[in-house]
């Protein structure tokens, strides 16, 4: 009903904390995706993709702007995007495109949509600024933040917090696929579809931890004693109180398997959207991106969940299906989150396009069609765990991590993919390390980006506990649902009511 038109229908759906090394799309021989691994196998996969921070909020604040953090004050989980920001929603939107989020996005502050014209869910994380973290203070572990507890807890269970969101979500996505194909309104749409899964909590229900019943959990490729981490290593372990609750290697086995079936959920959840773009018709002319906001260490290293730019934490798929577009293909260069958003509007066409400028991504749906594309990805972490900037610059077969407080690290990731051997001090390398040195300090003034971090927490904690005084008035997205004009009302002649609800409509077979 629909056929090709001019701008294609965009579906990005998106998982959280998903490395790219847990999909057998990327070479895992434990994880059972059918329905990723059959877009893949279609589509494009980007096999050297990144985030451009390995933290929910900054990376999704990135994604959406097409900017680094630091350009949009994006510094941790509890930094507000400013509204004054376009997003990718924003381009979208004004170039005649209809903007739906389901799911989670972790805004904080007022500004709840950013561009989009509808959100159909509640977000699973607070919008408040209570979640800031506080780098003069490093030694007090934050409250709120990751314990050890996802992981030696980790197991089956009957049903959980974030299958309770990921049902919603997915739920209500796949209603409003229905409802934009009954619906008059011909404007192409951008739909993103977020779920909190496979994130920690490891903990999955009983028939997704049964699906690895027999399974040979692989286990961290990486071992190193804790004298020789890198310091932010060390300070990771830290703030995620691993120096508190030492972890067992079955209690790593189990939150790995409880990973995987995470993963499976994702999976499935997968499956039934695009078998909902399939039933509404919508399949042919809709481009689909499969992506996540960051990794996790899954026990590499000794180390959990993300806030490292050590490969298993940063490393994410990209899968582009668009089968009557792009030709399947796997792409080897380097590329990252920020890139999506000139991606999207170069897929939207000029009207969207040729308002995305001041970007620090670039489209790569030249790439998608087989041509080249720049091989770099700029990272930057300044959130819990840190006590300085992080920053990553990843080029051809190098990774060059910086902070000032640390001893430099740089990997040759082609002849050593697990990053076990820092070349930073290599006299073989000493001309490649003063290189980026030297492009380090060209690209930031990081003592400027240290200062401005430390004045964003101390304004954040001042507002947060101000406004905990008093009447509280909560910017938590509230979604609004009018029950006097759903389903068989009686402002309407019900064979009307009927004929429009039907898809698709009688005789159209």
């Not at 510094?75 to 005649?96: C, I, M, S, W």
């Not at 600024?129 to 409250?143: C, K, L, M, V, Y």
Request: charged share 25%; aromatic share 10%; net charge negative.
């Amino acid at each position: 009903m629909h056929g090709l038109a001019r701008s294609p229908n965009l579906l990005i759906l998106m998982a959280d904390q998903l490395t790219a090394g847990a999909l057998p799309a990327y070479g895992n021989a434990v994880a059972r995706t059918p329905h990723i691994d059959a877009l893949a196998k279609a589509g494009v996969v980007f096999e050297s993709f990144y985030c451009n921070s390995p933290l929910c909020a900054p990376s999704r604040f990135s994604f959406l702007a097409g900017r680094l953090p630091s350009q949009i004050g994006a510094y941790d989980n509890a930094a507000e995007l400013p509204a004054q920001v376009p997003t990718f929603a924003h381009y979208l939107r004004r170039a005649g495109y209809q903007t739906v989020l389901s799911g989670k996005m972790h805004f904080c502050g007022p500004d709840q949509l950013h561009g989009f014209e509808e959100r159909l869910t509640t977000d699973i994380y607070p919008a408040d600024f209570g979640w800031t973290p506080d780098w003069s203070n490093f030694q007090e572990r934050p409250s709120w933040y990751h314990d050890m507890n996802s992981v030696t807890q980790a197991g089956a269970c009957t049903r959980t917090n974030q299958i309770d969101f990921d049902d919603e979500v997915v739920f209500s996505a796949r209603q409003k696929l229905f409802d934009l194909a009954r619906s008059k309104d011909r404007r192409p749409f951008c739909m993103v579809v977020s779920m909190t899964h496979p994130h920690d909590p490891y903990v999955v229900p009983q028939a997704y931890w049964d699906r690895y019943e027999g399974s040979a959990i692989d286990m961290p490729r990486v071992q190193m004693p804790i004298g020789q981490l890198d310091p932010h290593s060390r300070r990771l372990r830290h703030v995620c109180g691993l120096d508190l609750q030492p972890v067992t290697e079955a209690q790593t086995r189990a939150a790995r398997r409880a990973y995987y079936g995470a993963v499976s959920y994702v999976d499935d959840q997968i499956g039934s959207l695009m078998q909902a773009l399939k039933d509404t018709r919508f399949g042919e002319n809709t481009v689909v991106l499969v992506l996540a906001d960051h990794g996790d260490m899954l026990g590499e290293r000794g180390l959990w969940y993300k806030m490292s730019f050590f490969e298993p934490a940063c490393r994410i798929p990209l899968i582009v299906h668009a089968p009557g577009r792009f030709a399947p293909r796997r792409i080897g260069a380097n590329a990252s989150l920020v890139d999506v958003l000139p991606t999207l509007c170069d897929l939207a066409g000029p009207a969207a396009a040729r308002y995305a400028t001041d970007l620090d991504g670039r489209s790569l749906v030249q790439a998608c069609e087989g041509g080249a594309v720049e091989d770099e990805v700029i990272g930057e972490y300044l959130a819990e765990g840190a006590i300085a900037p992080l920053v990553m610059i990843r080029r051809g077969r190098f990774k060059f991590v910086h902070s000032p407080v640390d001893p430099d690290q740089l990997y040759d990731l082609n002849a050593d993919a697990d990053e076990r051997h820092n070349l930073a001090e290599d006299p073989r390398h000493a001309g490649q390390a003063a290189a980026f040195r030297a492009e380090v300090g060209r690209r930031w003034d990081l003592k400027a980006l240290h200062e401005a971090v430390l004045l964003s927490q101390r304004r954040r904690h001042l507002v947060y506990e101000a406004l905990r005084q008093g009447r509280y008035e909560p910017w938590d997205f509230q979604p609004v649902r009018d029950a006097s004009r759903l389903y068989i009302r009686n402002d309407q002649d019900l064979p009307d009511l009927e004929a429009m609800a039907r898809f698709p409509p009688a005789g159209f077979g």
